[in-house]
T-cell receptor
Framework: GAVVSQHPSWVICKSGTSVKIECRSLDFQATTMFWYRQFPKQSLMLMATSNEGSKATYEQGVEKDKFLINHASLTLSTLTVTSAHPEDSSFYIC???????????????FGPGTRLLVL | SQQGEEDPQALSIQEGENATMNCSYKTSINNLQWYRQNSGRGLVHLILIRSNEREKHSGRLRVTLDTSKKSSSLLITASRAADTASYFCATDRSSWGKLQFGAGTQVVVTP
């Protein structure tokens, strides 16, 4: 089955530093990936849509300069949390749709998530 | 913002019993999907039901969709301890894949 990986699985950093999270589709191409954030005991909130070869589309209220997204290849999207602060501590999850055959399959495949703790 | 609500927020049942959870949403959709999330882990896709479908089955799972009421239900039959997880519904309004998730139902199945 389709697999999406995320790296790292968890990260602890000091306030003010930047953290990069990778999302990879391992056995399919994904021209579109999505980034979500989940706070403890809450649901997933869509942050942005990552498009291969073009700019990401951010949801209302999400700062694009704070959360930099790069989708440089058909299998890799990265989310960089710049100048991280304690309130950015959260569980970040990516998902991808299989576009290998040219169209989009409806099913999305989610990565295992990255837990970020900013001290 | 979240598309809809799920109820109950939490459900505790014994092995062998059925578990039913409901999802309501606010706007028209292209499809509705159910996911499972074990504590601190990623999401596992369970079932996708399109707006022109009314019911779908997958193993012990049964999903219904009522677009007139803007609601869906997920039934897990003969539950097992391994079914303990949080269950989320997510709506895709545009077919672009932008999902809006419900608040989730936390299910605990005790042996």
């Amino acid at each position: 089955g389709a697999v999406v990986s995320q790296h790292p699985s968890w990260v602890i950093c000091k306030s003010g530093t930047s953290v990069k999270i990778e999302c990879r589709s391992l056995d399919f191409q994904a021209t579109t990936m999505f980034w979500y954030r989940q706070f403890p005991k809450q649901s997933l909130m869509l942050m942005a849509t990552s498009n291969e070869g073009s700019k990401a589309t951010y949801e209302q209220g999400v700062e694009k300069d704070k959360f930099l997204i790069n989708h440089a290849s058909l299998t890799l999207s990265t989310l960089t949390v710049t100048s991280a602060h304690p309130e950015d501590s959260s569980f970040y999850i990516c998902s991808a749709r299989d576009s290998t055959s040219g169209g989009f399959q409806e099913t999305q495949y989610f990565g295992p998530g990255t837990r970020l703790l900013v001290l | 913002s979240q598309q809809g609500e799920e109820d109950p927020q939490a459900l505790s049942i014994q092995e062998g019993e059925n578990a039913t959870m409901n999802c309501s949403y606010k706007t028209s959709i292209n499809n509705l999907q159910w996911y499972r999330q074990n504590s601190g882990r990623g999401l596992v896709h369970l079932i996708l039901i399109r707006s022109n479908e009314r019911e779908k089955h997958s193993g012990r799972l049964r999903v219904t969709l009522d677009t007139s009421k803007k609601s869906s239900s997920l039934l897990i039959t003969a539950s097992r301890a391994a079914d303990t997880a949080s269950y989320f519904c997510a709506t895709d309004r545009s077919s672009w894949g932008k999902l809006q998730f419900g608040a989730g139902t936390q299910v605990v199945v005790t042996p």
